[in-house]
C-alpha cells in the first residue's frame, strides 16, 4: 500500500459512504483496478473511523440532543440496526467473498442507480420527523440498511429513499439515516479490528500490514474532511428534491465496471 493508493481510497471512501453511491461498492472496483484487494485490516479501519468522525461532528448537536431531549430515538436506532447486524454477521461468517466481489459492485451499482431514479417518484407529501416514527417504520428502514450490506448498493441512498417511502420528511429521512450509519460504521470499525488483532496483520510504525501509522492517520484525516463535505453536499441535495441526481453517476459507472471487467 503506497500514499498514491491510501490518498485514492480514503478520497473515495470520503466521498462515497455519504453521496448515495455505495463506498463498498467502489471499493471493491478501485482496489480491483489499483491491483490490490478491498482495502482491509488497519486501513480499512481508519478509513471508516474517519468518516464516522466527520457524521459525529456534522451531527453533534442531533446526537447531543438524543442522550437529552430526544431519547425515544435512541431505541429506534436500535431496532434499525439489528437488521443490518444479523445479515452482515450472516455474511461475513458464511459468505465474505460476496462482499469484495467486483462483479456484484458493478451489477448492485446499477440496482443503486434505479432507487435512485424511483425516488424521483415518490409522493410528495409533508410526511413526519424521524422522532415520531415508530418502530415497524425503523425496522423496514433498517431492513433497506441491511441490503445496502451487499457492495454497489447506497446505504444512505437506500435508507433515505426508506425513510421517504415509509412517510418521513426529506430532510428528517437523510438526519435519521446518518444516525442510523453511527452503530453499523462503529460496529464495523469494532468488528475489522477484532479480526486484525486476532491475525498476524496487526499495525506497527515500521509499515507492516496495510500501512505505516503516519499514512493510516493521514488516511483517516482524508476520509474524515472529505466526508465532512460530503454530507454538506448531500444535505443540501437531498433539502433541494435533487436526491436522484445522484443516479447519473451510478449507472453509467456501473456499466462501465462491468465493461471492464468483461475486458479483463
Not at 66 to 81: A, H, Q, S, Y
Request: a neutral charge; charged letters at 10%; one cysteine or more.
Amino acid at each position: 500500500m503506497n500514499l498514491f493508493d491510501l490518498l485514492i481510497l480514503a478520497v473515495v471512501q470520503g466521498i462515497a459512504e455519504f453521496l448515495p453511491i455505495s463506498s463498498s461498492g467502489h471499493l471493491v472496483l478501485f482496489g480491483k483496478w489499483l491491483g490490490i484487494e478491498k482495502a482491509q485490516g488497519s486501513l480499512n479501519i481508519m478509513l471508516h473511523a474517519g468518516t464516522l468522525g466527520s457524521i459525529v461532528v456534522f451531527y453533534f448537536s442531533r446526537i447531543l440532543r438524543l442522550l437529552e431531549k430526544d431519547r425515544r430515538v435512541i431505541p429506534l436506532l436500535i431496532v434499525g440496526t439489528i437488521p443490518a447486524v444479523v445479515i452482515g454477521l450472516y455474511l461475513k461468517k458464511y459468505h465474505e467473498s460476496i462482499l469484495v466481489n467486483p462483479w456484484i459492485a458493478a451489477s448492485m451499482l446499477l440496482v443503486t442507480g434505479g432507487i435512485l431514479i424511483a425516488s424521483y417518484f415518490l409522493p410528495k407529501r409533508d410526511g413526519i420527523e424521524y422522532s415520531d416514527a415508530g418502530y415497524s417504520t425503523a425496522l423496514l428502514i433498517g431492513i433497506f440498511q441491511a441490503f445496502a450490506i451487499l457492495p454497489g448498493i447506497s446505504r444512505s441512498g437506500s435508507t433515505i429513499f426508506a425513510g421517504q417511502l415509509f412517510g418521513l420528511k426529506r430532510e428528517s429521512a437523510g438526519t435519521f439515516s446518518f444516525l442510523l450509519a453511527i452503530p453499523v460504521i462503529a460496529g464495523a470499525v469494532v468488528l475489522e479490528l477484532k479480526d486484525m488483532i486476532g491475525s498476524e496483520e496487526g499495525v506497527n510504525a515500521s509499515g507492516s500490514g496495510d500501512a505505516s501509522i503516519g499514512l493510516l492517520l493521514l488516511g483517516a484525516f482524508v476520509s474524515f474532511v472529505v466526508g465532512y463535505f460530503s454530507l454538506v453536499w448531500l444535505v443540501a441535495f437531498i433539502q433541494k428534491g435533487k436526491f436522484h441526481w445522484f443516479a447519473a453517476w451510478c449507472i453509467p459507472f456501473g456499466i462501465f465496471a462491468l465493461i471492464m471487467l468483461m475486458l479483463g
